[in-house]
Nanobody, 116 residues
């Protein structure tokens, strides 16, 4: 069955770094655009970053541009989100999403907490 499994979240101090991973199975990963979303308590889910099928095009939320980097390894069926210089306001549940124009899949999320 289709699965997206996120990992790499945790507690990190402001200014620190985290690498989130999203491992896909049950579908042809290389055919899907991948993206990372986040949702903080009481807030709507928002797009953090997206990457095209072959990784040639990326997009970022203005709040993370220059600090976060999205990438993918189609041979490993894995998408990544490198988070650098994190801020308290980056604290949220982070989700990965695999999307075609007609369908999409979501992972269960990994919690990121930025606190001193």
């Amino acid at each position: 069955q289709v699965q997206l499994v996120e990992s790499g979240g945790g507690l990190v101090q402001p200014g620190g770094s985290l690498l989130l991973s999203c491992v896909a199975s049950g579908f042809t990963f290389s055919e899907y655009a991948m993206s990372w979303y986040r949702q903080a308590p009481g807030k709507e889910r928002e797009l953090v970053a997206g990457i095209s099928v072959f990784g040639t095009s990326t997009t970022y939320n203005d709040a993370v541009r220059g600090r976060f980097a999205i990438s993918r390894d189609n041979a490993k069926n894995t998408a990544y989100l490198q988070m650098n210089n994190v801020k308290v306001e980056d604290s949220a549940m982070y989700y990965c999403k695999a999307a075609l124009p007609s369908s999409s899949y979501w992972g269960q999320g990994t919690q990121v907490t930025v606190s001193s």
